[in-house]
């Protein structure tokens, strides 16, 4: 970093504090908002208040909302790393006839716009005649989702050497064997970040809960129902709440991934002879 | 019995014969090495040998009996991969016992074993703790030996696993690895497009050209006597005339009409044209040219390399070049510039019917 030009290290800066600010300022103007006491919001705020988070932790119809959403976020997850992690196998490990046409498929549901694929699975699930409620949104989100968390998982089989699999093959390993003790293993990282990544497109995905969710209310549908009729400063604080939680789940899933890590660290020190 | 066999074995991939018709016999305790250029087939062999490809036509056998359709974990054998594929998640003890924690071995006996493995290829015990990403390129090379030992294979493949390593290092771990299947007694079948790392290393050699063996023999055998002018030129740049008999037993170089004389037994019976190879190091200059030289050329030294001990000049006689390669003396007087006379003795040349390929 010594040789750069003074005045590119001044650019470089102010570049990084105008694309900061463009990311950052509307969740901060979110978050201002929701302290405002007054039920519109005006800026400058004139009067700061917990009120509309005093309200919100005790709305049941939040507390309702939330569950939902968590659940139908986690049931997504899982459902979709599993697709993903033997999609993402068939899509960048084995070479296999029908792989092209099969990359393409995988794909196609991502460049949908989800409206259109939220109201086409609605449609569908209306013709063959079943209830709408979270379990359907689990489905439906899980035909845009797993789609990506495949995509991230085949990032990471990309760079894995298939030598290893066979290496372990050659050294007399089942199948099975070389899976658990080589192949996942090695495909961790991704398989926990496609994890991670599922269960937040989920959590803040709109378009499939509006559609197939029937009676069941999601975050972002209570949101989205609030902001049309009914707005009140709990809007901006149950999106600030959900960004905050969020956060917490990729710095905590990052951490119990450390935590692991160092654990398996100290075990095999552990081992090493006195 | 030989330990390894092929019977007229070949692997078509749709149109094209990767490897063609090879038959062939590998004894127990032999260091026995395919030697190829690229696309000659010999990654396929060892692929069909290791038992990751099934053969399209022909039989494998290991001790007599057919492997054809036994897969590679459970054939009694193991190979070292060119990439080497250690697990970079485990570290250096964890590699090597693998195979014995696939078996089924306790822990405090794998762990006796993998140090007596470290051991052969040359690691300290202070290794097995050792991530694999932490090892340098050398290290490595050793870890991937110690592993295929440990799983004890009746034969120890190994897909050029030297290639990417720089020439100071191959040259010390080509001989390890020779101690290493003297000390073990273990049969090893080794890959490479080097015959300099093949002639190092190797009990016999087995030459391949598109997809056939061109020749199998000792490196002494395949040095001296090479049987094909492929095979002559694979080991190292030759000098070659295209020659046809004259009808009272000598030869005579198509470009230029000059007869050559050769000695009787060398030129093939049915011979209509060929080619007459001689290496540089049986090339004479000057003085050292005899009486019954087999042709003398007149040229000018238009180029002189230093080869450590020898030093090699490039000759320009009648706008061709040719190259001749001797011991260095303190008494050299020739260099770039110098007219010189350049021949061979009669029986330092070999002629081959076919034309090269």
């Known amino acids: 970093m010594a040789d750069i030009h003074p005045l590119t290290r001044r650019l470089l800066w102010l570049f990084f504090a105008v694309v900061s600010i463009a990311l950052y300022l509307p969740m901060l103007v979110t978050a201002l908002a929701s302290l405002s006491r007054s039920r519109f919001f005006i800026f400058p705020v004139s009067r700061y208040s917990w009120k509309w988070y005093e309200d919100t932790l005790a709305s049941q119809q939040i507390e309702q909302a939330a569950i939902t959403s968590l659940i139908v976020a986690v049931m997504v997850a899982l459902i979709s790393v599993v697709l993903a992690f033997f999609g993402a196998l068939a899509f960048a490990r084995y070479d296999w006839k029908g792989r092209k046409s099969f990359q393409y498929l995988v794909l196609l549901p991502i460049f949908f716009p989800q409206a259109v694929l939220g109201l086409a699975v609605q449609l569908w699930l209306n013709t063959i005649g079943v209830e709408m409620s979270w379990h359907s949104t689990v489905f439906g989100q899980l035909v845009w989702i797993a789609p990506i968390a495949t995509l991230v998982v085949a990032i990471q089989v990309f760079g894995y050497e298939p030598a290893f699999e066979d290496a372990a093959r050659d050294l007399g390993a089942t199948r099975w064997q070389a899976m658990r003790d080589i192949t996942l293993p090695l495909l961790w990282p991704g398989i926990f970040s496609g994890f991670l990544f599922a269960l937040l497109l989920s959590w803040s995905n709109f378009p499939f809960a509006y559609y197939t969710s029937g009676a069941d209310v999601t975050i972002p549908e209570w949101l989205h129902a609030k902001m049309i009729g009914g707005y009140t400063p709990m809007v901006p604080a149950v999106g600030t709440l959900s960004i905050i939680a969020g956060a917490a789940v990729l710095v905590g899933g990052f951490s119990i991934a450390a935590f692991v890590k160092a654990i398996l660290a100290r075990k095999a020190a552990r081992q090493r002879p006195a | ?357």
């Open chain 2, 1 to 357: 019995m030989a330990l390894l066999e092929l019977r007229k074995v070949d692997k078509f991939f749709d149109d094209f014969v990767a490897v063609d018709r090879v038959s062939l016999s590998i004894e127990e305790g032999e260091f026995f090495t395919i030697v190829g250029p690229s696309g000659s087939g010999k990654t396929t062999m060892i692929r069909m040998l290791v038992g990751m490809d099934k053969p399209t036509n022909g039989e494998i056998l290991l001790r007599g009996k057919v492997i054809n359709d036994v897969p590679a974990n459970l054939r009694p054998t193991c190979m070292v991969f060119q990439s080497l594929a250690l697990f970079p998640h485990m570290s250096v003890g964890a590699n090597v016992e693998y195979s014995m924690k696939c078996k089924g071995v306790p822990k405090p006996e794998r762990r006796r074993r993998a140090m007596h493995f470290l051991g052969i290829a040359h690691l300290p015990e202070s290794y097995y703790d050792k991530p694999v990403t932490q090892c340098s390129g050398g290290e490595r090379q050793r870890v991937a030996i110690a592993r295929a030992l440990a799983f004890d294979p009746e034969i120890l493949f190994f897909d050029e696993p030297l290639s990417a390593i720089d020439y100071r290092l191959r040259k010390v771990l080509e001989r390890e690895l020779k101690d290493i299947q003297r000390a073990t007694g273990k049969t090893f079948v080794y890959i490479t497009h080097s015959l300099e790392e093949a002639m190092v290393m190797s009990d016999r050699i087995a030459v391949m050209q598109k997809g056939r063996i061109a020749q199998i023999g000792t490196p002494h055998e395949i040095y001296r006597s090479p049987t094909s002018h492929f095979v002559s030129e694979f080991m190292g740049e030759v000098n070659s005339f295209t020659v046809r008999p004259d009808g009272d037993g000598r030869l005579v170089d198509l470009k230029s009409g000059r007869t050559i004389i050769t000695v009787p037994d060398a030129t093939p019976a049915d011979l209509k044209s060929g080619v007459l190879v001689v290496r540089p190091e049986d090339m004479l200059m000057g003085r050292q040219i005899p009486a019954g030289a087999a042709c003398v050329l007149a040229g000018r030294i238009v180029n002189e390399y230093v080869l450590g001990s020898r030093v090699q000049y490039q000759v320009k006689a009648e706008e061709d070049l040719y190259l001749v390669e001797k011991i260095r003396a303190a008494d050299d007087t020739e260099t770039v510039g110098s007219e010189v006379e350049i021949g061979w003795k009669p029986a330092d040349a070999r002629i081959f019917a076919e034309p090269m390929q």
